[in-house]
């Protein structure tokens, strides 16, 4: 037996699993189970890294200065206060890092993205899942399971893979109902893809214990490359950067992002196309007897009779070259999460469902 342990938690971590690109034997794949941009990133963002690539040799700025501008003209925030990660999902472990250690409670909802307790377990902190109702964040249920132990209450609004959302004044609510001491995480990973809504910006404004996440692998296509930003209080943000190393994002990602967040047409469009085919999948899926939640985000979670249905549709969709995402491990096992791809993968993904459901198959 080795004497070499891990630290507690450690090995209580679920490992993430992620989706698959390929299919066996199948060609013309279309992957839709990771909600990236079906249009990729902007021209301009691909030029950026291109031209950022012929200086491999230099180190990057450790600041960030010039990304975080960016972000500060783009979308109306203080640059001091804004801390850039690799994806948002470093910038989420910063944040348990700082904030939770060893007999700290971290709460996250029922359906929740599965990096929260993974972070918690990392830190040696006790993840506690928190029940939804129908699938929506339910601030009361947190509230109530709020104890002088919690540390961080993480929420993804919209939430991935529910695509549900909850509005401004319950997250509000639930900030000031937190115990003292507890912060709480507003994951605006999808928050582009719902016009209108600042992602949690205006509350982090006039609260002491919010923070904003937001990343550029969703709207702006640029999963492949890892950059995302928090949002924060600066006494917040002053502590989340002494666990970040220096030089966390490369050249490249950093000259991307930047041209990404300029190129606010290109956004636009991806955003005004993801509303659309959105709302023509729904009808689609709706008219065949798969039922969907409202979608805030670049995704539908489309719900079947029961788990052997779900996963013989997505067995089907195999075959016929569509990768979709079983949400099982998030507690909806009569699920699948369907991202919303350019229009002909809407038009292929409702054909073939139409198919399944026919018994055409
Ligand atoms: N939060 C949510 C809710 C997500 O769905 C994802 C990506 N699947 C992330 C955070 C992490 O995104 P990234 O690290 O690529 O920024």
Redesign the pocket.
Known sequence: MTKIKPQPGIMEIDLYVGGAAHVEGVSDVVKLS??ENPYGPSPEASSAARRASYELHRYPSTDHAQLRAAIGEIHDVDPDNVICG?????V?QFIAQSYAGPGDEVIYTEHG?S?YPILAHACGATPVKVAEQNRVVDIDAILAACTDKTRIVFI?NP???TGTMIDLDACAQLAKGLPAGALLVL?G??AEFEAGYDGGVSLVERSENVIM?R????IYGL?GL???WGYAPRTIIDVLNRVRQPFNLSTVQLAAAEAALRDTSFTEKCRSDNERLRRWLATALEDLGVASDPSHTNFILARFADQDEADACDAYLKTQGLIVRKVAGYGLPNCLRITIGDESSCRRVAHAIGQFKRGET
């Open positions: 990771s909600n690799v994806g948002s999902d470093e989420l993205f990096m993804a939430a991935n893979p994951d990973a999808y996440t990343t550029f692998s969703k999963g890892r950059i995302g």
